[in-house]
């Protein structure tokens, strides 16, 4: 009898995008094909032995994208969720029948947009180690959540910063971020890198600490988005190099109930302004 293990691990979505941001264009078996209701921009949900389509999750949206199997039904993803390791793409058929589980089907995503949410996220970790370069470090303010959406980003941080710090006005620490932001952005030679560490190794690569939900039995995938900078665990897709973040503007800082958001922006972005 096969272990619980290795049935977990069958029935999980292989999630081909954590090893390439820049892979656009896949092939793999569906697993399960069923009908959906309540939502107007989905008919079915389709589970997929491996997908390249990012699930909306970690402050991250969702990538959009087609199915297209040899016998010609095409499935057009509005979105994907991801529940207990497997990843659902939610649709409408626009051409044929509904997928047959085994079917081998043809995955595209959205090139432009994957790379734009590539971006926008790698800038929120660039973010974090601006806020070390200019003195304000997990000690100080420790980064909590983050959103990296088109429409709007920010970074939120535990703490607020004392009112004797030199960067405690909006307006001084909005110019230091930017300064920061764009010497750190310059580094266009820079690579980032992501791997799963035994939880000492993560531990190590994200500057001495872990959040509180991942336990020592994990291996968490670490993100370094600038060389020779600490890590943090993340599942999102990410820039091969810092450079291909382009510019970076602070858009606004919030300080409420003992929590610090500050918002930026980047090319691409709808609030981006040259």
């Known amino acids: 009898m096969a272990s619980a293990a290795a049935s977990a691990a069958a029935t999980t979505t292989t999630l ?31 589970e997929l032995e491996s997908t390249i389509v990012y699930p909306s999750g970690g402050g991250q949206p969702s990538d ?5 199997s040899a016998r010609g039904a095409r499935f057009e993803i509005s979105s994907a969720k991801a529940s207990g390791g497997v990843v659902r793409h939610y649709g409408k058929f626009v051409d044929g029948d509904a ?3 085994g079917e081998v089907v043809r995955v595209t995503i959205d090139s432009a947009l994957r790379v734009l949410h590539a971006r926008v996220h790698s800038a929120g970790h660039a973010l974090d180690v601006a806020m ?26 535990s703490g607020k910063i004392p009112p004797e710090h030199e960067l405690a006005d909006s307006a001084k620490l909005m110019a230091a971020l930017d300064d920061a ?9 820079s690579s980032s890198e992501a791997a799963e560490l ?26 370094t988005i600038v060389e020779n900078s600490p890590g943090c665990p993340c ?7 810092v450079g291909e973040i382009e510019a970076f503007k602070m ?24």
């Not at 932001?181 to 030679?189: E, G, P, V």
């Not at 599942?235 to 190099?241: D, E, I, N, Q």
Request: hydrophobic content about 40%; aromatic content about 8%; charged content about 20%.
């Open 64 to 68: 959009v994208g087609a199915m297209v």
């Open 198 to 223: 035994v939880y000492e190794e993560a531990k190590n690569k994200c500057g001495g600490q872990l959040p509180s939900f991942i336990t020592e039995d994990m291996s968490p995938r670490v993100v």
């Open 132 to 157: 070390i370069r200019v003195g304000l470090g997990p000690e100080v303010l420790e980064p909590t959540k983050g959103q990296h959406f088109v429409e709007g980003a920010y970074v939120e941080y």
């Open 99 to 101: 997928f047959e589980v």
């Open 251 to 274: 858009v606004g800082v919030r300080v409420k109930k003992g929590v610090t958001r500050l918002s930026y922006t980047i090319p691409g972005m709808k609030d981006w302004k040259a």
């Open 16 to 46: 081909a995008y954590m090893d390439d941001t820049y892979a656009f264009d896949h092939s793999s078996a569906v697993r399960a094909c069923v009908a959906v209701d309540g939502d107007a921009a989905a008919t079915h949900a389709v």
């Open 181 to 189: 932001m764009a010497t750190l952005i310059a580094q266009k030679n």
């Open 235 to 241: 599942g999102g897709t990410h820039v091969k190099s």
